[in-house]
């Protein structure tokens, strides 16, 4: 029997497969990223009630309440309470170089996609590269890839990036505008909503610098910094990924035969179906059985299928693959 020879199509499927198990195995770099988020939703929590504290000492309760009352009576010439997710935080127990006292302030915001940088205009690649790493297993889920802004480190936007990263952003909900006190919808919604707090004032979070104690101040900074590290640690992880799989395609492409290639994974370990992978489309479903063929060629033919139908019937179809 002659040996089957390696095509693009082999070589993409093997890669994938191969691919796959690299992101799932339990190495240091994907243990320390998930550690990483757990220790984030753990100060993530603690810190806003600190900052619940601080802010509800600048803006008391009691007159939130009065205020919302006045509001009702008079409508928008009292309406001067709205909810926040960012803030102004300061404290003047330093000193200069003459023995002056002097303000320190910065800007944190607990928001999906609030700053890493204390800058209310600083909302970049690093805060969207955050979003993407928190909500990775649900973008995965959707076909999307939340690893592309670790992937393209160092690069120059490309269209590529661009397409990925948007699409990742667009399923997330995240606002179109650059500002973050412009709210989402979806995931962000949801993740926003809960760290909101009366503030009294224009909607300017600028405009208001909240006091705060030196001590409070240093544990806002340990919460960034926690928040800051989900990315860094995700990138490391990412990076590790990102060097076997450099290795992997120039093996893979020097290959001229299938069984090398299924040579490679089983010395990595990784278990692949010759049958199964020379039977399969470019795809990568296995048309073979009739059943999931039959499914496939029904869904070509209603053309007139409504879009919550045709997700119906695609969910149907992966479910008989399993």
């Known amino acids: 029997m002659s040996k089957i020879r390696m095509n693009t199509e082999y070589r993409n499927k093997l890669y994938n497969r191969i691919k796959d198990v690299f992101e799932k195995e339990d190495t240091q770099e994907r243990q320390a990223f998930m550690e990483a988020r757990e220790n984030f939703n753990e100060s993530q929590k603690n810190t806003f009630e600190l900052a619940r504290q601080v802010v509800e000492r600048s803006y008391p309760k009691d007159d939130v309440a009065t205020l919302r009352k006045f509001k009702k009576k008079y409508g928008d010439p009292c309406d001067v309470v709205a909810k926040d997710k960012c803030f102004y935080f300061a404290h003047n127990e330093d000193v200069d170089e003459d023995g002056e006292k002097e303000e320190t302030k910065s800007h944190f915001d607990f928001s ?7 800058n209310e205009y600083g909302n970049g690649e690093d805060s969207q590269h955050f979003a993407h790493a928190y909500y990775r297993e649900e973008l995965k889920e959707k076909g999307l890839n939340p690893d592309i802004i670790a992937q393209q480190s160092g690069k120059n936007d490309n269209p590529h990036k661009t397409k990925h990263i948007e699409a990742n952003n667009q399923f997330l909900g995240k606002s179109s505008h650059r500002s973050s006190d412009e709210s989402g919808i979806g995931m962000t919604k949801q993740f926003d909503d809960q760290y909101q707090l009366d503030v009294i004032g224009t909607s ?4 208001r610098a909240i006091a705060c104690t030196k001590d409070e101040y240093q544990q806002f900074e340990a919460w960034r910094m926690a928040k800051a590290n989900v990315v860094s640690k995700h990138q490391t992880w990412i990076d590790s990924i990102g060097k076997q799989t450099d290795q992997l395609k120039i093996g893979l492409k020097a290959y001229r035969y299938l069984s090398e290639g299924l040579e490679l994974a089983k010395e990595l370990g990784i278990e692949v179906d010759e049958a199964e992978l020379v ?3 470019s795809t990568g479903l296995t048309i073979y059985n009739p059943s999931n063929l039959a499914n496939l060629i029904k869904g070509m033919k209603n053309k007139t299928q409504t879009r919550e139908q045709k997700i119906a019937l695609r969910k149907k179809y992966e479910q008989s693959l399993n």
């Open 112 to 118: 999906l996609f609030g700053n890493l940088n204390g």
């Open 204 to 207: 300017y979070c600028r405009s």
């Open 279 to 281: 039977r399969t489309n």
